[in-house]
């Protein structure tokens, strides 16, 4: 399955921006590696257990949400993005690759009240503003090792974002599962709900 994204992105891609151009060469390494950080952080903890359930929040074309449907194939993955013709992009690839524990919603986070044991994202918004956004979504059943969630990727300089979060956080250095040189900047955040 991972070996086929890379010839369906570069396709698509060519229709509909869905990665820069500039970086649909470095599909591997700058998206789905990204993505996979949070199974590294996930599975430090214990996998999360069947049936476990996620919410990728402004999945664009299937990121992070496509590469962790792959890597647990018995929980189940709810992508949203506003943008239509992402999300069409990425129901289209996981089709393709025969992934059943995706489901799609082209729409904004209001339209959605399921819980979920945890909302994953790749730089959608400031932590404090997706936390907000999202703690009517987190279930309160503890299924897990790690309790229900926010788990985001991001970059750059996070302190005043993490500050105004004003919930606990722990921030990991990507760079501590990945040795690459574009994770030297990137960090994952999780901050339970």
Not at 70 to 96: N, Q, T, W
Request: net charge neutral.
């Amino acid at each position: 399955r991972f070996a086929a994204m890379y010839d369906l992105y570069a396709d698509w891609n060519a229709k509909i921006n869905v990665i820069s151009r500039r970086d649909i060469g470095n599909l591997y390494p700058n998206h789905v590696l990204h993505s996979l950080a949070i199974v590294k952080f996930l599975d430090g903890y214990g996998a999360p257990v069947d049936g476990s359930t996620f919410l990728d929040l402004g999945t664009g074309g299937g990121f992070p949400g496509i590469p962790l449907a792959i890597m647990y194939p018995r929980c189940s993955f709810h992508l949203i993005d506003r943008i239509g013709k992402k999300i069409g992009v990425a129901r289209a690839i996981a089709e393709a690759i025969g992934l059943d524990n995706v489901t799609f919603q082209h729409g904004d986070i209001g339209e959605c009240r399921d819980k979920y044991d945890f909302v994953v994202s790749r730089a959608v918004m400031r932590l404090d503003e997706l936390v907000k956004l999202v703690s009517k979504n987190i279930s309160r059943k503890k299924r897990n090792k790690l309790d229900g969630g926010v788990i985001c990727l991001k970059g750059g300089d996070l302190d005043d974002e993490i500050s105004r979060a004003g919930r606990p956080v722990i921030d990991i250095d990507i760079s501590d599962f990945f040795s690459e040189p574009y994770f030297e900047t990137k960090k994952l955040i999780y901050s339970p709900l």
